[in-house]
């Protein structure tokens, strides 16, 4: 089992093969108008704007519901998921995409109880039934002030650095990261000796990490597909676990050397009757 395994998950472009935002946008024929906002006002509040334009031309949650079920997602990607999660693994998300697409996606693929923590924009259906989406981070109250290449709104490595706090400390957890764009540079940067971190190669992180090589504390593999993905990720989790159970194993074995005879003997008749 790999219980003593935390994977963090971009969304965009690492689970599913497109921008979630983008898609939405492009397959409801929204894509001259979202183009001629765009230099006009942040991201987050020009994908609120475009949901409530669609709504004012009749498009419906159901419809967008619909586009969603047909986001591109390599089948490698998720079986992927499920066989982590079948093997204990501690699955998040953090994301700039939103929660009410995300979740609709997740749901529709039988992923969304894999995951047992979703950190993103935050997203739902008002009582008009428009879509209404909001920025993780209040960057007009409070900006995060990470220096590195963030996006307003999110501060990936702040989340990251929640996260491992949480975690237990009595055993070392092992955090496997992976993503592709700008944002995730940050997070792949809070990681340290023995966690994992798996850009996409060819993707803008991957070019940072090969420009900042010397700043990532964590083991990095590059991943192109799905099938990539499935074969990196699962053979990190399968030796991650064979390492921990060498380790502990190691320190069951040392600590009955230091046994005396008679405790050792009295070890050794307990285990005889575990069948």
């Not at 998720?78 to 953090?94: E, N, P, T, Y």
């Not at 997203?123 to 920025?135: K, M």
Request: proline share 5%; with cysteine; charged share 25%.
């Amino acid at each position: 089992m790999a219980a003593d395994i935390v994977v963090i998950f971009d969304f965009d472009k690492t689970i599913i093969d497109c921008d979630s935002d983008n898609w939405v946008v492009d397959e409801l024929g929204a894509t001259e108008l979202f183009n001629q906002l765009l230099p006009t006002m942040p991201w987050n509040s020009l994908m609120d704007r475009m949901m409530k334009e669609l709504h004012s031309q009749g498009t419906k949650i159901e419809d967008i519901v619909a586009v969603l079920k047909n986001t591109p997602i390599h089948p490698r990607i998720i079986q992927a998921i499920k066989s982590a999660h079948a093997l204990g693994c501690d699955l998040k998300i953090v994301s700039d995409a939103n929660v009410f697409f995300i979740d609709t996606i997740l749901k529709h693929h039988g992923l969304r109880e894999c995951f047992s923590e979703i950190n993103t924009n935050p997203g739902f259906v008002d009582e008009e039934g428009r879509l209404r989406i909001f920025p993780h981070h209040d960057f007009i109250k409070s900006p995060h002030g990470c220096h590195h290449p963030c996006p307003p709104n999110m501060c990936k490595g702040i989340v990251i650095e929640r996260i491992q706090v949480s975690l237990s400390v009595e055993e070392k957890k092992t955090i496997i990261y992976l993503g592709d764009g700008l944002g995730d540079l940050c997070p792949s940067l809070k990681l340290g000796d023995g966690d994992y971190v798996m850009p996409r190669k060819n993707f803008p992180v991957w070019d940072l990490i090969c420009k900042n090589r010397r700043l990532i504390k964590a083991e990095v593999s590059e991943w192109s597909n799905g099938e990539e993905f499935e074969h990196v990720f699962l053979h990190h989790i399968s030796r991650i676990s064979i390492e921990k159970n060498t380790a502990q194993q190691y320190s069951v074995d040392c600590k009955l050397q230091t046994l005396p005879s008679s405790a050792h003997e009295a070890f050794s008749k307990s285990l005889s009757v575990i069948h």
